[in-house]
């Protein structure tokens, strides 16, 4: 890892960290009156557009907070490692590409079970998504007056706490499908170990400190001249 990675990351999640209570303050407000305008019109008492983009107020303040962290973090690399600008970096080097190489990575047995594992946590997360809105769909469709926003909005909690838990166990067996697959391409067999350890004792520098631990071990331990007395 870079020298400054690390505090970069640091300042970006401090910058994250002080600007979350503004960000609840003024999301939540958004969405609430977004949920109350969507309530209302399923009620037929209003309109409002429910297949339309959220509103500014709602994603705004999502983007200054994406966008401040990410200038904190930038901010501490240029600090720390400088800043060098390399315009001939982005130019493609044509020699390095090859369209075989890269179909083959792109078509190869690990990117498709990739693709299969992603797929499937995505169709298990639309399916709680469902099964979760099934009681609020029920409850706005049957609403026919605003006292039901109580009812409504008790069921959008229930909703989003199941859509959340849901998403955690995926991602729980998705990081433990991952840590099983890094530990087996990183068991070494008792032939490549064996290879490890010749070419490692072929160093003269490991092989001399292998002999003095040797020497250490089998030299008897030194008596004490003053036990005697």
Request: charged fraction near 15%; charge should be positive; glycine fraction near 8%.
């Amino acid at each position: 890892m870079p020298t400054a990675a690390l505090p970069a990351w640091v300042a970006s999640a401090v910058v994250a960290i002080l600007l979350l209570p503004w960000w609840a303050r003024t999301t939540l407000a958004a969405t609430s009156e977004m949920m109350r305008e969507a309530i209302v019109a399923a009620s037929g008492l209003g309109t409002a557009d429910l297949f339309g983009l959220p509103p500014v107020a709602v994603w705004s303040p999502t983007a200054v907070l994406v966008a401040a962290g990410a200038a904190a973090g930038l901010a501490v690399r240029f600090l720390l490692d400088g800043f060098a600008l390399r315009p001939g970096r982005i130019a493609p080097d044509l020699r390095r590409i090859d369209p075989r190489a890269g179909l083959g990575r792109i078509f190869s047995r690990a990117t498709l079970n990739a693709i299969a594992g992603h797929g499937l946590g995505l169709a298990l997360l639309v399916s709680a998504a469902g099964l979760a809105a099934g009681p609020l769909l029920s409850i706005l469709s049957a609403a026919e007056s605003a006292p039901a926003e109580g009812l409504a909005w008790e069921a959008a909690r229930r909703g989003v706490a199941a859509v959340a838990a849901a998403a955690a166990v995926i991602a729980g067996c998705q990081w433990a499908l991952a840590r099983l697959r890094f530990e087996k391409a990183i068991r070494m067999t008792p032939e490549e170990f064996a290879a490890e350890a010749r070419t490692s004792q072929s160093d003269p520098r490991v092989r001399l400190l292998l002999q003095r631990r040797a020497a250490a071990v089998s030299r008897p331990p030194a008596r004490n001249s003053g036990s005697g007395r």
